[in-house]
């Protein structure tokens, strides 16, 4: 019940910061493959899309990125089809892999289930630079960790077209940096808390 309230939420940009193992990452992975196959829980109150989208994967490293996130979508390495997103929902023929990092995908196509189209998820780390997430219009983007400023205001913009959504999963660890300031103090700002131990769920309207 409690992540459900975090998943209802229409919020442009919605920051999940939690404890460790207060299941951030995985409830934010199930809301982007819903959105990506167009198939959601009898329980879904929040975004519905009716076509494909274009979602940005973003975590610290490219081995993080593919031990944390990918796992949880596509399932362990040799055993793709056994994550999140169904197995027949994923075209495998088309999927591209990431260079230098083994077993990482950097790109594969969804099927949309209800229209029979094709979702994109294309995953990044932060250690790629804030150059590569440029020239691109997506849908969404899922930063798992806290960004670099830099690499921040880039998804902005590539959302910005689309009038799309970030998403945000942390657990603070670093303090009270000038983004969870700003995530904390903004007169914009709605926080919304859950009663769970150690956890904050804040969401923020887009500007």
């Known amino acids: 019940p409690k992540q459900w309230e975090y998943i209802n939420c229409h919020s442009k940009i919605k920051t999940f910061t939690a404890c460790n193992q207060g299941g951030k990452t995985s ?6 493959a819903s959105h990506s196959t167009g198939i959601y829980h009898k329980d879904w109150r929040g975004v519905r ?5 274009d979602i940005w994967i973003v975590g610290e490293t490219s081995d993080r990125v593919r031990d944390t996130l990918q796992e949880k979508l596509f399932g362990p390495i040799g055993q793709f089809g056994t994550g999140i997103i169904p197995k027949d929902c994923i075209d495998f023929d088309s999927m591209i892999m990431r260079p230098g990092t083994p ?28 150059e590569k997430f440029q020239g691109s219009t997506i849908d969404r983007v899922l930063l798992d960790e806290e960004p670099p400023e830099g690499i921040y205001g880039e998804c902005k913009m590539r959302v910005g077209v689309k009038d799309g959504y970030i998403v945000f999963t942390f657990t603070p660890l670093s303090g009270m940096t000038p983004m969870m300031n700003a995530i904390l103090n903004d007169d914009h700002i709605v926080k919304f808390s859950i009663a769970m131990e150690n956890f904050t769920a804040v969401y923020r309207d887009w500007e």
Do not use: L, M, N
Request: aromatic share 16%; charged share 25%.
């Open 27 to 32: 409830t934010a992975c199930f809301e982007e």
């Open 49 to 53: 899309y009716k076509k494909p989208v």
């Open 103 to 130: 077993g990482a995908i950097q790109r594969a196509r969804i099927k949309h289930t209800p229209t029979g189209g094709w979702s994109s998820i294309q995953f990044f780390s932060f250690d790629q630079g804030r």
